[in-house]
């Protein structure tokens, strides 16, 4: 038989029987479109862990008490690290509370955070207005306070360009704005830029935390290949530090572990999901197969006179075999059309879907490769019929 006259005879079938081809490959096109959106859902989970890490150094080390110490880090511990440690180039301290933070137009209940003066320059943050902390407010313990952009917006509804200059009430004390950050988005170093009052760490230490406060050192390894190093010296500076007074529960925790531990958890989602997308596909694959049965006996008689007229066995074979590959390739294109249609929807849900070419590819190269797995057994049965028994059956 050429190979026209196989394809012919398989889109006769396929036209035939456009209902039951249908339904056949209702498996195909559900699996191959939950491939597409789990490939594309992975992407943005993956692209979502870079974003919030970009603005982080992932030399950067953090240094904390352990739970339920009682020990307590301070800026003299940051002094220990910047002039012991070769390894770490940089070091601010962090604390953090939550609060009422008041303006003459509004009130907003949000993070109020103490910081040294090089914390926007290890956080990569730029100023929207005004200045940073400063070395000499931070020394003199004044109150003036930085906002992030979000925060700024809401305590000055009508114009943020007015508030540098302004007073803003923080625990019942009056602090002056002198600068606005600018936009962040996602969160920094565990803090949220976008909504947070940030004071002098000194300031905030007096007046809003007090010693109730956990804070926690920030310092930044000279390079990617000194964190381990880095580490090291930190324990060590501080059992040397602290060894008269009984040493020190510490923890030590670098952000490119932290990365590359999101990352892995968003890959091992995306294998998960893509595991059930092929289950889908499996059990449209034996939908194909059960289909074809079906297809071989009822077209038994037609087998036996394509063999009578010199039809070889392989012909046999090669036409149910690209039959069910025409089959499961139809539904990976209709898969495909169907993950475009469900684009809108995931928005509407707010999912963030990545479409990429790797996700359609994937999809179709799936379909394919379970159309043939499952069609080759019943094209063999096809393929394997005498022309005596197969003219002879009714």
């Given at each position: 038989m050429k190979i026209t006259e196989i394809f012919r005879a398989i889109f006769t079938n396929i036209l035939a029987n456009k209902f039951r081809v249908f339904l056949t490959m209702l498996g195909i096109i559900v699996g191959a479109a939950t491939i597409i959106m789990v490939v594309g859902i992975g992407k943005a989970s993956e692209k979502a862990v870079e974003e919030q890490f970009a603005m982080l150094n992932v030399g950067t080390l953090y240094v904390q008490t352990g739970p339920g110490s009682k020990d307590t880090l301070s800026k003299e511990d940051v002094n220990l690290i910047t002039e012991n440690a070769e390894n770490v180039q940089g070091a601010t301290i962090l604390m953090t509370t939550r609060g009422d933070i008041s303006s003459n137009y509004e009130t907003f209940n949000g993070s109020i955070s103490g910081v040294?003066?090089?914390?926007?320059?290890?956080?990569?943050?730029?100023?929207?207005?005004?200045?940073?902390?400063?070395?000499?407010?931070d020394e003199r313990r004044e109150r003036v306070v930085v906002l992030g952009y979000t925060l700024a917006e809401t305590l000055f509804p009508e114009d943020i360009e007015k508030a540098i200059g302004e007073s803003i009430t923080i625990s019942g004390k009056r602090y002056i704005v002198v600068g606005i950050i600018d936009r962040v988005g996602d969160a920094i170093q565990g803090l949220l830029i976008d909504e947070a009052a940030i004071?002098?760490?000194?300031?905030?230490?007096?007046?809003v935390v007090g010693s109730s406060?956990?804070?926690?050192?920030?310092?930044?390894?000279?390079?990617?290949?000194?964190?381990?190093?880095?580490?090291?010296?930190?324990?060590?500076?501080?059992?040397?530090?602290?060894?008269?007074?009984?040493?020190v529960d510490l923890v030590i925790k670098d952000a490119g572990s932290k990365l590359v531990a999101a990352q892995d958890s968003a890959k091992t989602m995306s294998v998960l999901l893509i595991s059930v997308a092929t289950i889908v596909l499996i059990v449209g694959g034996i939908g194909i197969m059960n289909v074809l049965f079906v297809s071989v006996r009822e077209r038994t008689k037609e087998i036996g006179i394509l063999k009578a007229l010199g039809a070889r066995r392989a012909d046999?074979?090669?036409?149910?075999?690209?039959?069910?590959?025409?089959?499961?390739?139809?539904?990976?294109?209709?898969?495909?059309?169907?993950?475009?249609?469900?684009?809108?929807?995931?928005?509407?849900?707010?999912?963030?879907?990545?479409?990429?070419?790797?996700?359609?590819?994937?999809?179709?190269v799936f379909s394919v490769v379970t159309g043939t797995f499952f069609g080759y057994y019943p094209a063999t049965l096809a393929a394997a019929l005498r022309p005596i028994d197969a003219l002879r059956y009714e």
């Open positions: 040294t003066s090089i914390f926007d320059e290890m956080s990569n943050l730029s100023m929207y207005q005004g200045t940073f902390i400063e070395v000499a407010q004071l002098p760490y000194s300031t905030a230490e007096s007046y406060g956990k804070p926690r050192i920030i310092a930044v390894a000279k390079d990617i290949n000194a964190v381990e190093n880095a580490i090291i010296e930190l324990e060590q500076i501080f059992r040397e530090a602290y060894r008269p007074v009984g040493g046999i074979l090669l036409q149910f075999l690209l039959e069910s590959i025409m089959i499961s390739f139809l539904g990976g294109i209709l898969g495909i059309v169907l993950s475009f249609v469900t684009l809108p929807l995931m928005a509407y849900l707010q999912v963030e879907v990545n479409p990429s070419l790797n996700g359609y590819i994937l999809a179709l």
